[in-house]
């Protein structure tokens, strides 16, 4: 199971982690290495390298990531300011090529946020 990303091995249970949420399509958890006092990641159980490589077939499961982002920002008490970030490649900084949303909030001097982002 060499081939396996970091995420699919937390989905299988092979890595421990903390599952803020799981559904059938999705779990989410907290990032490692937060860039924000809350910072967690929705990732879709099915992988999908990046969000360039999703097709048609794909447009329900996104949909339902983004759906998932907002029910853990609420339950978060975060639903009033919360950023969605997705980086596509590693020029745009992905690391773990299995599709993720990061979800942030709680500062916007955190190296994810820059001044001409905010607002």
């Not at 890595?15 to 907290?30: G, H, K």
Request: glycine share 6%.
């Amino acid at each position: 199971m060499s081939d396996a990303t970091l995420f699919t091995r937390i989905i299988n249970r092979e890595i421990p982690a903390v599952i803020l949420y799981e559904d059938d399509l999705c779990i989410v958890i907290n990032d490692i290495a937060p860039q924000a006092p809350v910072h967690m990641l929705v990732i879709p159980k099915q992988v999908i390298p990046r969000l360039a490589d999703a097709s048609s077939e794909d447009q329900s499961i996104l949909g339902h990531l983004m759906w998932v982002a907002a029910e853990v920002a609420r339950d978060a008490g975060v639903d009033e300011a919360f950023r969605l970030v997705v980086n596509n490649g590693e020029g745009a900084g992905q690391t773990v090529f299995h599709l993720h949303l990061h979800v942030l909030a709680g500062s916007s001097g955190s190296p994810m946020f820059s001044e001409a982002d905010i607002g």
